[in-house]
């Protein structure tokens, strides 16, 4: 069954920019059918959109590079090497690495993503008795089991960030004690931390000969030299103390904290994804030698950015035509009509999942589908705390049996999705179970 869906996967779903055109016209085409729009109102409604929603584009952006920046730092890679010599066994490896994942997952789902991949690279290099594809698999679970549920969770911090999109919509901020921190997402979390910890214990092979073991060759494969002790070599003085030196580093990462400090004197610190980046682009410079190494880092983070730059303008243009063509509506009685107070955090957290699949960066997916599920619980009598939550958690419960987040740490990795899908699927099922439980009860 793991052959046939992994087979079925590759063969039938298209990739993540060609799907965005699709659904860019589906939206297109349900605003015309479904609203008094013509075909002409519903372009330009479109075409309004394309660029509205740029400051989430760069803010999602952001995070993904200065999380990488960060997992690409000297003292972490040594800190991930120290934790990599840590287990004795091939199955205590595996579920340590799970719990790194989800615990860095949660605090910033940039760092987590990369310094995970870094992370069963250097487990697989010291362990020898280690299952690679189960380990691997283990590395993406923060990203499929609590990512969107944590610190860095794009729903929740933008809904949590003045001025965001949906200020009018939710009465302008909806903070994070509310969603992040509040004590059903925080018990949530737990159990599935817990759950999916206990489950890659049990999933481990008993049988030496049932695990992939990688050889001396493949090992040699994983090992990869920063490169950084060489730069500066042959700078001169000066050069060094601006380009090769700490100074600046030490510099700009104290004036962004000064700046964080300062902005949350008498009104308290809040997280938003502006605060958020800000600390994390502090602790990217502040962990690096020199702006150089740094820069080198930055460079190897942007090539995970691409997908964001390239689809966010066309699912703000989805944006566009479900609020310009009054799209949201229709859909938001739709739920209406489908749901109940109380089975709707469930529909939502249902629909959410299934929409992922084609749309799997969480930023973009809200921006498609807030404007109705507002909408739609507000009518319900339903909490937008609840509501926010319900999408999150559904967000990323798909996330391990859809292969777009899961590339980097597979590139880093050198193995293919279909490798790791077979231990992904029971960890999603278990993941739906425990999600569907939460948001029925």
């Given at each position: 069954?793991?052959?046939?869906?992994?087979?079925?996967?590759?063969?039938?779903?298209?990739?993540?920019?060609?799907?965005?055109?699709?659904?860019?016209?589906l939206t297109l085409g349900a605003a015309v059918i479904l609203t008094p729009s013509g075909p002409a109102a519903v372009v330009g409604y479109?075409?309004?959109?394309?660029?509205?929603?740029?400051?989430?584009?760069?803010?999602?952006?952001?995070?993904?590079?200065?999380?990488?920046?960060?997992?690409?730092?000297?003292?972490?890679?040594?800190?991930?090497?120290?934790?990599?010599?840590?287990?004795?066994?091939?199955?205590?490896?595996?579920?340590?690495?799970?719990?790194?994942?989800?615990?860095?997952?949660?605090?910033?789902?940039?760092?987590?993503?990369?310094?995970?991949?870094?992370?069963?690279?250097?487990?697989?290099?010291?362990?020898?008795?280690?299952?690679?594809?189960?380990?691997?698999?283990?590395?993406?679970?923060?990203?499929?089991?609590?990512?969107?549920?944590?610190?860095?969770?794009?729903?929740?911090?933008?809904?949590?960030?003045?001025?965001?999109?949906?200020?009018?919509?939710?009465?302008?901020?909806?903070?994070?004690?509310?969603?992040?921190?509040?004590?059903?997402?925080?018990?949530?979390?737990?159990?599935?931390?817990?759950?999916?910890?206990?489950?890659?214990?049990?999933?481990?092979?008993?049988?030496?000969?049932?695990?992939?073991?990688?050889?001396?060759?493949?090992?040699?494969?994983?090992?990869?030299?920063?490169?950084?002790?060489?730069l500066g070599k042959n700078a001169n003085r000066w050069l060094r103390a601006i380009e090769f030196g700490y100074a600046p580093c030490a510099?700009?990462?104290?004036?962004?904290?000064?700046?964080?400090?300062?902005?949350?004197?008498?009104?308290?610190?809040?997280?938003?994804?502006?605060?958020?980046?800000?600390?994390?682009?502090?602790?990217?410079?502040?962990?690096?030698?020199?702006?150089?190494?740094?820069?080198?880092?930055?460079?190897?983070?942007?090539?995970?950015?691409?997908?964001?730059?390239?689809?966010?303008?066309?699912?703000?243009?989805?944006?566009?035509?479900?609020?310009?063509?009054?799209?949201?509506?229709?859909?938001?009685?739709?739920?209406?009509?489908?749901?109940?107070?109380?089975?709707?955090?469930?529909?939502?957290?249902?629909?959410?999942?299934?929409?992922?699949?084609?749309?799997?960066?969480?930023?973009?997916?809200?921006?498609?589908?807030?404007?109705?599920?507002?909408?739609?619980?507000?009518?319900?009598?339903?909490?937008?705390?609840?509501?926010?939550?319900?999408?999150?958690?559904?967000?990323?419960?798909?996330?391990?049996?859809?292969?777009?987040?899961?590339?980097?740490?597979?590139?880093?990795?050198?193995?293919?999705?279909?490798?790791?899908?077979?231990?992904?699927?029971?960890?999603?099922?278990?993941?739906?179970?425990?999600?569907?439980?939460?948001?029925?009860?």
């Open positions: 069954m793991i052959a046939f869906l992994s087979k079925l996967s590759e063969r039938c779903v298209p990739g993540a920019f060609a799907i965005a055109i699709g659904l860019s016209f479109w075409g309004d959109g394309v660029w509205v929603l740029l400051t989430f584009a760069m803010q999602m952006c952001l995070i993904v590079v200065t999380g990488s920046i960060i997992a690409d730092s000297p003292p972490v890679r040594r800190t991930l090497d120290a934790l990599a010599r840590i287990p004795k066994t091939g199955r205590g490896a595996v579920v340590m690495t799970a719990a790194v994942s989800m615990a860095l997952c949660w605090i910033h789902w940039g760092l987590g993503l990369i310094a995970s991949a870094f992370l069963a690279r250097s487990v697989a290099r010291r362990n020898l008795s280690v299952d690679y594809r189960l380990l691997v698999a283990a590395a993406y679970l923060g990203m499929g089991g609590v990512w969107h549920a944590g610190l860095s969770g794009s729903s929740t911090l933008l809904v949590a960030t003045p001025g965001n999109f949906l200020a009018d919509r939710i009465g302008g901020v909806l903070p994070t004690s509310e969603t992040v921190f509040s004590g059903f997402n925080i018990g949530l979390t737990l159990a599935t931390f817990g759950g999916l910890c206990a489950m890659f214990w049990t999933l481990y092979p008993k049988r030496k000969e049932d695990a992939m073991l990688l050889g001396a060759e493949a090992r040699a494969r994983l090992v990869e030299d920063a490169g950084s002790a060489s510099a700009l990462g104290g004036l962004g904290i000064a700046a964080v400090i300062l902005a949350s004197r008498g009104k308290g610190f809040s997280l938003t994804l502006d605060n958020l980046n800000l600390l994390f682009l502090c602790a990217a410079v502040l962990l690096h030698r020199s702006p150089a190494e740094f820069a080198r880092a930055a460079e190897r983070g942007a090539g995970f950015v691409h997908g964001i730059v390239i689809q966010f303008p066309l699912y703000a243009g989805m944006f566009g035509v479900i609020k310009g063509s009054g799209l949201d509506q229709v859909l938001a009685e739709a739920f209406v009509a489908l749901s109940t107070a109380r089975t709707f955090p469930l529909a939502v957290y249902w629909y959410s999942g299934l929409l992922n699949y084609l749309i799997p960066s969480g930023g973009s997916q809200f921006v498609v589908e807030a404007p109705y599920i507002f909408e739609a619980a507000d009518r319900l009598g339903v909490s937008q705390a609840k509501t926010v939550l319900a999408f999150a958690w559904g967000d990323m419960v798909t996330n391990s049996i859809q292969p777009f987040w899961c590339l980097p740490l597979l590139a880093v990795a050198k193995l293919e999705f279909k490798d790791v899908l077979g231990a992904l699927i029971p960890a999603f099922l278990l993941c739906l179970a425990i999600g569907s439980i939460a948001f029925f009860l």
